[in-house]
């Protein structure tokens, strides 16, 4: 290769957890690393919910540290009311501490040998032929560096995928959260209705001791749904909402695909690599992250790194996650068509016939889009005047 001066093998831009997960394997493999954050710390500001699977914390060996409570029931509430309550047979999801936990994982890229700059605003890259050029600020002043590669996972806001050609599907929801200082039970509560969150649902988790977390992910006026949600869900502790206090951010609502170029990928939910039903990142997001290093670490190793040589990350993380992917749409879809007077009728069909066991397979939190539409098909056979809705599904499944 020429040998023109690089600042590092990779620079990675965003210390979220996808980013630091990428950065900390190819560390590991020797490569030098330079992470761009543009906050002052990892974890600044939280816009994620914090709700991460058991399985999710096993795969990855996360701090036990950064557990706030842990989720082993599950509440699920109808438009008009109707709830149903599962009990998920052990402990399935924990409520986090983000910043705690995005501190450890930035802790654990640095101890592989990754350099992190802070307060890093990435706002330009090109791509020259063999390296990438990349400018911006840091601490207000400007900066530039050099890699061979880049690896982008700065969220969804992100402009630098569309700049190196990648990102062109940017279909994004809302969400919108609050960590307020009311009491919550152990307890993941879901709300559902056009009314209350359309295109989307409302959630209240626990939080730090005598605090709760209440969110909404809608594709219309989020804060206002928030206001909504919190009239419903916080028992008169809906006063303690203030304006101040809500953190509104973009999820993608579809993958960003392409997500690799010429010396560049994209990472988490800069490439729309989250759930389609929840909005969640984390665990997808630190999938692919190693299906990134390890594709990386590859092609850097043989000096390969167009958009041809890189394309085979696309074709894996693809491969593992877009079944799901594709399943969470479709439930999405149909959550989203069926009128709220219906999903009341279908709430109180499954409670009638004892049927909240069979939510355990949908609160996998990691994979449950797949059993949550077979389950969908199961309900709407039987619910009345929805012979179309049904038809229709099945002919999104076939």
Known sequence: MSSRHIDCHVLVVGAGPSGCECARRLAADGWSVTVAEEHSSPGEPVHCTGIISAHAYRAFDLPL??????????????????????????????????????????????????????????????????????????????????????????????????????????EAAYGAQAELPVPSPPVMRVWVGQQLAPGGFGWTVPGKPGWSRVGILTKEKPRDALRRLALVALDGGSGQLLEETIRVHPVPAAPRCPTYSDHALSLGDAAGQVKMTTGGGVYYGMLAAGIAAEVLSEQLSKNRLSARDLSRYQELWQQLLGPEQRAGTILRRLATSVPDHTVDEIFRFAEARGLSHQLVDLVDFDWHARPGVGLALALLARAPGEGRALRWLRQLVG
């Open 65 to 170: 540290a950064a557990v706030q409570s842990e989720l082993d029931t599950g509440e699920l509430t109808s438009p008009g009311g109707v709830t149903l309550r599962v009990h998920l047979n052990g402990t399935r999801a924990y409520a986090v501490d983000r910043k705690a936990l995005d501190l450890e994982l930035a802790s654990r890229a640095g101890d592989a040998g990754a350099e992190f700059s802070y307060g890093t605003r990435v706002q330009q890259a090109q791509v020259d032929g063999i390296t990438v050029g990349i400018t911006g600020t840091r601490a207000g002043k400007p900066w530039a560096a050099r890699a061979r590669a880049i690896v982008l996972a700065a969220g969804a806001k992100s402009r630098l995928p569309r700049q190196l050609g990648m990102a062109a599907q940017r």
